[in-house]
């Protein structure tokens, strides 16, 4: 089956730039989406389609995704960006999802 | 707006069919999307139970597959689940969302996820 990993947390300090990656194999051939799930909420889809934005998101949200790798980039982060991010993508007609990037805004 | 409500008991017993229902609000379940099952277990992260189709079409997730039934009712514009022989690894807090599915498939609308507890 396929799998996608991302790194358990990445730490970032405010107004600073957080990369979080997604990598699965061939994942640049696929679409990538993510999510940001603070907690005790529901997820909220922040990226689809690879780099596409849902409306109310904020433009500091962007992503792409080539060869292996999806990246998630939040610029100019912000205490309120704290939260668990997912990568998804979708393989033999089933949803993956990546096990979850703990973004910790120091 | 479209909003997604999870409803059906918080506590079940090993062995048990777990049941929940998905109502949709501000949206027509028949109007062209999917319509999916998330779960998290606690602590955890997301994993995929399945999705449906207003005509019936189904997608499951293999792992799921010989325990899941997923209904829909377009007449009470809801959607349901039904996993059968619960043990405790099928406690997770439940979410339903709308689905698109194929290559661009995500999820761009949830529901606030109901905790359905497996305990004797």
Avoid at chain 1, 15 to 31: E, M, V
Avoid at chain 1, 60 to 88: H, K, P, V, W
Avoid at chain 2, 43 to 64: D, V
Wanted: net charge negative; hydrophobic share 30%.
């Amino acid at each position: 089956s396929y799998e996608l990993t991302q790194p358990p947390s990445v730490s970032v300090s405010p107004g600073q730039t957080a990369t979080i990656t997604c990598s699965g194999d061939k994942l640049g051939d696929k679409y990538a989406c993510w999510y940001q799930q603070k907690p005790g909420q529901s997820p909220i889809l922040v990226i689809y389609q690879d780099s596409k934005r849902p409306s109310g998101i904020p433009e500091r949200f962007s992503g792409s995704n080539s060869g292996n790798t999806a990246t998630l980039t939040i610029s100019g982060t912000q205490a309120m960006d704290e939260a668990d991010y997912y990568c998804q993508a979708w393989d033999s007609s089933t949803y993956v999802f990546g096990p979850g990037t703990k973004v910790t805004v120091l | 707006q479209l909003q997604l409500q999870e409803s059906g008991p918080g506590l079940l017993e090993p062995s048990e069919t777990l049941s929940l229902t998905c109502a949709v609000s501000g949206f027509s379940i028949s109007s062209g999307y999917y319509w999916g099952w998330i779960r998290q277990p606690p602590g955890k992260g997301l994993e995929w139970i399945g999705n449906l189709y207003h005509s019936g079409t189904t997608y499951y997730n293999p792992s799921l597959e010989s325990r899941l039934t997923m209904s829909v009712d377009t007449s009470k514009n809801h959607f349901s689940l039904k996993l059968r022989s619960v043990t405790a690894a099928d406690t997770a807090v439940y979410y339903c969302a709308r689905a698109l599915t194929g290559d661009l498939a995500y999820f761009d609308y949830w529901g606030q996820g109901t905790l359905v507890t497996v305990s004797s």
